[in-house]
Each structure stands twice: as structure tokens, then as C-alpha cells.
């Protein structure tokens, strides 16, 4: 039977095993794997960023992973063109497109194009917004993001910058939250499944995955880069490194172990809170299909349901 080659987006918190799910899938289909993930668009942050292996990228064709340098700024519009034009690609070749990733806002720039289109132009706002993030603070404007939109508010953490600017210009911008932004475009025909676990457990996967990366030379990876200005070392699993104390012998970067616990445990909390807001984000999105952790064959049964269906 032909297949109705179409996206398939997985999606979930982080540590859930969304990327195990995107490789068996290419397995048994010929697929390009695009990520819709903030983090791995950044060369050189490999560990903090959980990619798969080269030699897993080489053998399964993935795209969007390694596309700007640390330095550089990166938007969800740029997301979208990027990966909608990668999409169609896949397509035109007669290859499934699977989108796989954490970051909500990714996702929704694909699944509600045009909300995401009738403000992604609209620089002078985003530039006065910066402005006055950086005169007035973190909490002034998350407190201004919860006047305007507490349910967003909610999601973001206060130091979220760059997310709360995104928010608030949208929201300056339509006169609607991202709720109602979304709520006035029809309900996308998508086919999204999303893992998830009971807390205990998803808090154990990330865990043990923050001990992984520690273990795999996450230290090195972070202090190597040179500065926590950038946008790229905000993101949880670098910005704690930034006020930790640090000595330098033999081109190696070497932390106590108080020092090193304190950082570990910090961007353990953190990535347990962030998950919590992923998940929120994606529970708004009632056509998605939630599978348990490690669920993998359910949740390419239902896949291929949904591909073998016109």
C-alpha cells in the first residue's frame, strides 16, 4: 500500500526519548529527521544539547542540527523557513519528513503558520523589548508578560529572555494571547504523538541523563566557548556554568566537587522545571496522541495508521 507521505511530529518532555522514537521510525521508513529543537542548531554544544552521534546522523539523514556557530542568534522564524523548506524537500524525494524535538514554539510555527506570519516582521517591537529588558530586568518583564498573558507566563521562566520577548510581541502585536492566537486558526490535520512517564520517572530520566552528560565532558564543552553573553549559553546546561569558580591547568578546566555539585544539581532542578512546562505546552495541543515512555511499537503502530490512511 502507498504510503501518504506527510509530517510526523514527536514531540514531549525533555529526557523522554523522543529522538529514540524519530531513529526506529527511520528504520522502517526512508525519512529525513528534522529537529525542532532551540539547542542543537548550535555547533560545537553537542553534549548539553543531547544530539545523537555523528555516526547516527551519518547513517540516518538529520537535518537542522549544526547550522549556526555559538556566537550567532537564531529565530523561530528562521526556524520555520528553514524547516518548512526541508519538509517539502523530503517530500518532493518521496522520503518521510519527522520533525522531532522540545521546543513548543517550533512546533506551533509549523503546525499555525499564519499567526506565526503576521508577526514575525514586526523587529522595531522586538528591538524595544530588549531595550527594556535589559534596563528594567527579568522579573519587570515577566511580570508585564503575566498582566498581558498569565497562562504564558506561567510556562516561561522569569529568566527566560528571549522567549518572553517572543511572547510579549506577539501579544503586542495581535492584541491576543498565544492561546487565542492559536485557538482562531483551525485545528491543524497533523499526525503528533508526544511520550511522557509518571514524574518520579521522568525525573530520574533527567537525572540521569544530566549525570551522563557530566560524565561524557559537558565541563569542558561549557567553559570552552568563552562567553555567557551569547545567546546560545542561556539555555539550561550552560547558564549555570556562568558564575562558577574554575581553574585552568594543561588545557583542561578543573571544578571542586562542591562546585561541580552545586552546577549539576542546579541544571537538574532547572531541566526537572522545564519539563513540567513542556509538557504544559504540549497538553494544549488535543490532536496529539500520548504514548509511555519507551512505548516505541504503540506509537509506530499509530504512526503508520495514520500514513497508510488518504
Not at 141 to 165: C, F, G, Q, V, Y
Not at 182 to 200: F, G, H, I, W, Y
Request: glycine share 6%; hydrophobic share 35%.
Amino acid at each position: 500500500m502507498p504510503i501518504n507521505y506527510q509530517p510526523i511530529y514527536i514531540a514531549g518532555p525533555t529526557a523522554s526519548g523522543k529522538s529514540e522514537l524519530a531513529l526506529k521510525l527511520a528504520e522502517q521508513f526512508d525519512s529525513v529527521i528534522i529537529s525542532a529543537d532551540s539547542m542543537q542548531i548550535y555547533r560545537g554544544l553537542d553534549i548539553g544539547t543531547a544530539k545523537v552521534s555523528k555516526e547516527i546522523r551519518a547513517k540516518y539523514e538529520h537535518k537542522l542540527i549544526d547550522i549556526i556557530d555559538c556566537d550567532e542568534e537564531f529565530s523561530v522564524a528562521q526556524f520555520a523557513e528553514l524547516a518548512k523548506k526541508e519538509i517539502d524537500s523530503a517530500i518532493s524525494q518521496g522520503k518521510l519528513p519527522i520533525i522531532v524535538g522540545g521546543t513548543g514554539l517550533y512546533f506551533e510555527s509549523l503546525l499555525y503558520p499564519m499567526t506565526f506570519g503576521k508577526t514575525i516582521k514586526n523587529e522595531e517591537l522586538r528591538s524595544e523589548l530588549a531595550k527594556e529588558y535589559e534596563q528594567f530586568g527579568a522579573r519587570h518583564m515577566h511580570d508585564k508578560l503575566r498582566e498581558l498573558d498569565s497562562e504564558t507566563a506561567e510556562r516561561l521562566h522569569p529568566n527566560d529572555s528571549r522567549r518572553i520577548i517572543r511572547a510579549l510581541e506577539i501579544i503586542l502585536t495581535t492584541g491576543k494571547t498565544l492561546k487565542q492566537n492559536s485557538d482562531n486558526q483551525p485545528t491543524p490535520k497533523a499526525v503528533m504523538v508526544a511520550l511522557n512517564t509518571v514524574r518520579e520517572k521522568l525525573y530520574d530520566r533527567i537525572n540521569e541523563r544530566v549525570d551522563k552528560m557530566f560524565e561524557e565532558g559537558l565541563i569542558q564543552e561549557v567553559l570552552s566557548v568563552g562567553s555567557f553573553d551569547y545567546q546560545s549559553m542561556q539555555a539550561i546546561g550552560y547558564k549555570e556554568f556562568s558564575d562558577c569558580k574554575y581553574t585552568k591547568q594543561d588545557g583542561q578546566y578543573l571544578i571542586s566537587n562542591d562546585e561541580l555539585n552545586r552546577i549539576k544539581s542546579l541544571i537538574q532542578q532547572h531541566t526537572r522545571n522545564y519539563a513540567k512546562r513542556q509538557i504544559t505546552w504540549f497538553k494544549k495541543y488535543d490532536f496529539i496522541r500520548w504514548f509511555e515512555c519507551g512505548d516505541y511499537q504503540n506509537a509506530i503502530a499509530y504512526i503508520k495508521e495514520q500514513l497508510y490512511v488518504f
